[in-house]
């Protein structure tokens, strides 16, 4: 399994970004696609996630509003688009892969995710 997160970049507070998960090497449809995201002395916190097999979506109550989650079937691919984005939100975000749902994933425990992308930067700053 290979996750390729791209999309990060220098982006003006209230900007937008959306970051692209690609996913391959897995054929079953039972997945669950989390974006995670860590600052510089801060702990790996979960931002949102989506159930590949019927997309199902949870996003956390600290992004809802701005953050939203959503895949291409077509392209293997989940994005995250991020609207009014704030200092607050720099950090180096990952996207990673969970075979099964579980309470755990739906937390967004990261321990309850397999398989981890390299992570892309996200920068916010005038």
């Known amino acids: 399994v290979q996750l390729q997160a791209s999309g990060g970049g220098l982006v003006q507070p209230g900007g937008s970004l959306r970051l692209s998960c690609r996913v391959s090497?897995?054929?079953?449809?039972?997945?669950?696609i989390g974006w995670f995201r860590q600052a510089p002395g801060k702990e790996r916190e979960f931002v949102a996630g989506?159930?590949?097999?019927?997309?199902?979506?949870f996003v956390e109550d600290s992004v809802s509003g701005r953050f939203a989650i959503s895949k291409n079937s077509a392209k293997d691919t989940v994005y995250l688009q991020m609207n009014s984005l704030i200092p607050e939100d720099t950090a180096v975000y990952y996207c990673?892969?969970?075979?099964?749902?579980?309470?755990?994933?739906?937390?967004?425990?990261?321990?309850?995710?397999?398989?981890w992308g390299q992570g892309t930067q996200v920068t916010v700053s005038s």
């Open positions: 989506i159930r590949w097999g019927g997309g199902v979506k």
């Open positions: 990673a892969l969970a075979t099964s749902w579980s309470a755990a994933v739906q937390r967004g425990e990261p321990t309850a995710y397999s398989y």
């Open positions: 090497g897995i054929e079953v449809d039972e997945y669950v």
